[in-house]
């Protein structure tokens, strides 16, 4: 398994889209690596004929009617949007242009 | 001066007086508020002390009793032993109209549109809720030190930690300013900090809770419980907020005991319920690093429950040793997509940095906390092209194997299983929050059972340096009756110990000015 450079905690805060500060940076660098030699131990097991488990009750896939149903009113959808219309959340362009 | 010998009652004492009459939750919410506003300035369990909402909730629950009362014994039978009774809520359970942060800065401000499944169940059981308790920042942590709101106290020890990331969920009920309190427990997030404290916690089934309306880390592994300061109260909330919510479709169509309020109130049939019963003791739970009072606690413990009549049963859990890694890897995954949401665009905090990405950047590095980012960053990582195979499916991978361990073992005809919860005692502010390994290791025993799904609680064991200890019971899927059964008999066979009374110490000093108040 890997160890991770400066470059590569950069490249996943770019990934996460996580602002860091160069401090923070230089400290995940090394508190990831740090962590990432506890996985070390997983490469000692022999897991190519187990399967992997995503999740552990036994329910199948529950399926309801398409049908409308009452939810929250516009302005409680709305309410806590930090820049909003009395109809829309209003959100930065994200297409070029003038 | 309401009377603060209120708040020592069991919430089942509490129940019991509100149905005869002889105490309204007016007085009782009233006594409890009183302690908490006396003593949040030392603990930090409460974010917010809802005291409007609870008079108000109170004086409903009493007109509801006072109603049912005048029906008779039926009407009164009706109504969920909870009705009237003071329960407090992580602040990541979603209320209505109130603050629901979940210990972070990026949910400043943010107002809940709605009530949480769980919050639904407990208004309609009648149950008063007092306030939102403190939480390490999106229950990513085991000491609440990594809440954006200042870290909760112990209340045995005020300059050590409460455990987490349900600290101010556990340090309000040892307190007595609820008698029981809702938790979340993604990694032991409920169990440890119920051991640090000396009180009950459960984490039940995957699948047992709905998690509508309650602020997601892993999906895969949340679940929502209870605490209480015993067995028989921490069942009785348990079954207020149990059952199948088509809002979330991983609860399940599972039937919720209706004994869950009816365990046994003999210490004598309590204990009866032991003979027989056969309790595995794993072995690799006993780690290394484990504090020497912690480990003869829970010896002493295991052996009472044999003296009392029960089988005990050396059994091996082969693959707990690699639980940490598995965990710290498919949490942290899961989170990273789970947090995505946070983006200043829709609720919460949001910083403005130019274009799109600069305002996600912004926001996002602003709101969250070190943990967090943190977690993030390893989950991220974890699912990034190249790296997915040799983390995330090898973490499944393992789970597979980790979970397989816990159906061998209740395969072979164990009943429970036994075991501590935590390695050490609650330890001093800042021992552990410089080293992240360090404090993951708190939660090395308790782990393992949620990523099997299986239902885990911890229950006071005794003291250690004058410190509780927690002893884990874990029990099969759906078993979380059983379980209760056997920590109920667990109190029965140690109602006589010394340390059964024992008030927590940390708040002596506060409450002996209370000498002399009326």
Known sequence: ?98 | MPDPGLTRLTAVAMSDRLRAGDLSSRELVDAHLARAERENPALNAWLVIDEAGARGAADEADARLAQARRNGAEALAVLHPLCGVPVGLKDLVSVRGGQCTAGSRILAGYVSPYDAHITERLRAAGAVILGKLNMDEFAMGSSTEHSAYGPAANPWDLGRVPGGSSGGSAASVAAGHVPLSIGTDTGGSVRQPAALTGVVGMKPTYGRVSRYGIVAFASSLDQVGPFGRTARDAAMLLHAIAGRDARDSTSAPRPVPEDLLHLPASDDEAAAGLRGFRLGLPREYFVAGMEAGVEARIREAVAALAAAGAEIVDVSLPHTDYGLATYYIVAPAEASANLARYDGIRFGHAVRGGDVLANYVATRGSGFGPEVKRRIMLGTYALSAGYYDAYYLKAQKVRTLIKADFDAAFGSGIDALVAPVSPFVAWPFGARLDDPVAMYLADVCTLPVNMAGLPGMSIPAGLSDGLPVGLQLIGPAWSELALFRLARAYEAITAGAAWRGTEPSGLAALRAQEVGVP
């Open chain 1, 1 to 98: 398994m890997g160890t991770l450079s400066r470059g590569d905690v950069e490249h996943v805060a770019h990934l996460a889209r996580l602002g860091l500060t160069a401090d923070e940076l230089a400290r995940l660098e090394v508190q990831l690596n740090h962590i990432l030699d506890q996985y070390a131990v997983l490469s000692g097991l022999d897991t190519d004929a187990i399967p992997p488990t995503a999740q552990t009750i036994e329910l199948e896939n529950i399926l309801r009617e398409d049908v409308a149903r009452p939810s929250l009113e516009r302005a409680e959808a709305l309410a806590n949007a930090p820049e909003r219309d009395e109809r829309n959340v209003i959100v930065p362009a994200i297409l070029g242009g003038d």
